[in-house]
């Protein structure tokens, strides 16, 4: 009797394995299905955006010519003589992006360094999270903060400066911006082999030379890419400008003036009374176009600097 409950109880156990086996075959057999079907979705998404800025750019470019476009420095899309010049927008965007950098690198920078070589595991650990939450903060939040409180601390250093000005939201895009390029940074610098700062403090270089000779120049392919991951990140901020930098469609380069993005220029559009098939209309989509060949390039931009000058260990 005991013998014939044996076999039973294995006849129970192979069975059970048989069902667990044929389960199993069928789930990896269908995960590659389903993960190639979720990245042709997102090819196909891809695909369907560009399609879709290249259509209606080009119904705006048999209205507009494509020079005037690029080199035009007026900007009056309502009206009967509208004119559709980009480059008050291209100026706006350029100069706010220079001036988010000009503020996040240094800061970044020397954030990443402290964090990567100066400071404790426990700092390190308590520090960085703090600072990661300003990524989380929303973008509306950041733009009501340069308009309410940054703008008239600047106008009382800088009487000139206008209620919306480009200086203001520059300034805190920056902000905004040195949790990305300190953590990419800090991330470049920690993955530098030890045994290089052991054999630079052998041979009796100070720390601070190790820091400057040493970690920077190892992990350069990554503290550049993070610049201009940040630059990126810039050029495509809408919030802060939108809200802050005003609607003015000003060609010039005083920092003092409002001007306008391409980003804050699209949600003006958009939220706008623009009939479709209206030139207006196009000249969204070509707007959108310019901004997406602007963001493609700096990271292609950023994906070559890190094929070319990264270092392996």
Do not use: C, H
């Not at 690029?70 to 309502?78: A, D, E, I, R, Y």
């Not at 100070?206 to 992990?219: G, Q, S």
């Amino acid at each position: 009797m005991a013998r014939d409950k044996e076999k039973v109880n294995v006849r129970e156990l192979i069975e059970q394995n048989r069902r667990t086996f044929t389960i199993t075959s069928m789930v990896e057999k269908f995960m590659p299905k389903l993960l190639l079907i979720i990245a042709i979705i997102s090819i196909l998404t891809t695909i369907g955006i560009l399609f879709t800025l290249l259509s209606e750019t080009i119904a705006f470019f048999r209205e507009i010519p494509f020079i005037e476009f690029f080199t035009g420095t007026v900007l009056k899309p309502l009206g009967e003589n509208a004119q559709f010049g980009v480059l008050p927008l291209l100026t706006g965007t350029i100069i706010s992006s220079a001036i988010a950098m000009l503020v996040a690198i240094p800061i970044g920078l020397m954030t990443a360094i402290y964090l990567s070589e100066y400071a404790s595991e426990r700092v390190r650990k308590a520090l960085k999270p703090l600072l990661e939450i300003l990524a989380g903060i929303p973008t509306i939040v950041y733009g009501f903060f340069a308009f309410t409180f940054v703008t008239p601390l600047l106008r009382s250093f800088i009487p000139g400066l206008e209620p919306t000005n480009i200086l203001s939201p520059g300034i805190v895009m920056g902000i905004m911006i040195i949790p990305m390029v300190a953590s990419l940074s800090e991330d470049a610098m920690s993955s530098v082999p030890n045994s290089m700062r052991e054999g630079a403090l052998a041979l009796g270089a100070t720390k601070l030379e190790v820091t400057w000779k040493v970690v920077v120049p190892a992990a350069i392919s990554g503290i550049v890419a993070s610049f201009v991951l940040g630059i990126s990140r810039a050029i495509g901020e809408t919030m802060i400008v939108t809200i802050a930098s005003g609607s003015s469609k000003n060609f010039t380069f005083d920092i003092t003036q409002s001007m306008q993005t391409m980003t804050a220029y699209i949600v003006e559009v958009t939220g706008g009374d623009a009939p479709a098939g209206s030139t207006l209309y196009y000249s969204l989509y070509a707007v959108a176009m310019t901004l997406f060949v602007f963001t493609l390039i700096m990271n292609l931009l950023a994906q070559y600097i890190s094929r070319k000058y990264r270092e392996e260990y």
